[in-house]
Nanobody
Framework: QVQLAESGGGLVQPGGSLRLSCAASGIIFSRYTMRWYRQAPGKQREWVATISSGGTPSYADSVKGRFTISRDNAKNTVYLQMNSLRRDDTAVYYC????????WGQGTQVTVSS
């Protein structure tokens, strides 16, 4: 079955950086578009970034220029490099793949605070 496992979250000061990872199994990873979403307390889940099977990225306006999505097909892993973090980036971050059904990982908490 499809499994997604996020890691790399934590507590970071404003202006700091984190790199999230999402390891996928149960799929031919290289064939699929991968996405990152996030959900802040009391808010709906929102899209953050997408990387196509060919490696083309796209970003929400709120993270453009600060976050970078990438993938390593040999490792079945998608990454989210987050720089210049702000307090409003605090959220649980999820990776996603859509195969008819949408599959989600368990999420990783990112807290930006001084």
């Amino acid at each position: 079955q499809v499994q997604l496992a996020e890691s790399g979250g934590g507590l970071v000061q404003p202006g700091g950086s984190l790199r999230l990872s999402c390891a996928a199994s149960g799929i031919i990873f290289s064939r699929y578009t991968m996405r990152w979403y996030r959900q802040a307390p009391g808010k709906q889940r929102e899209w953050v970034a997408t990387i196509s099977s060919g490696g083309t990225p796209s970003y929400a306006d709120s993270v453009k220029g600060r976050f970078t999505i990438s993938r390593d097909n040999a490792k079945n892993t998608v990454y989210l490099q987050m720089n210049s973090l702000r307090r409003d980036d605090t959220a649980v971050y999820y990776c996603n793949v859509a195969l008819g059904n949408a599959y989600w990982g368990q999420g990783t908490q990112v807290t930006v605070s001084s």
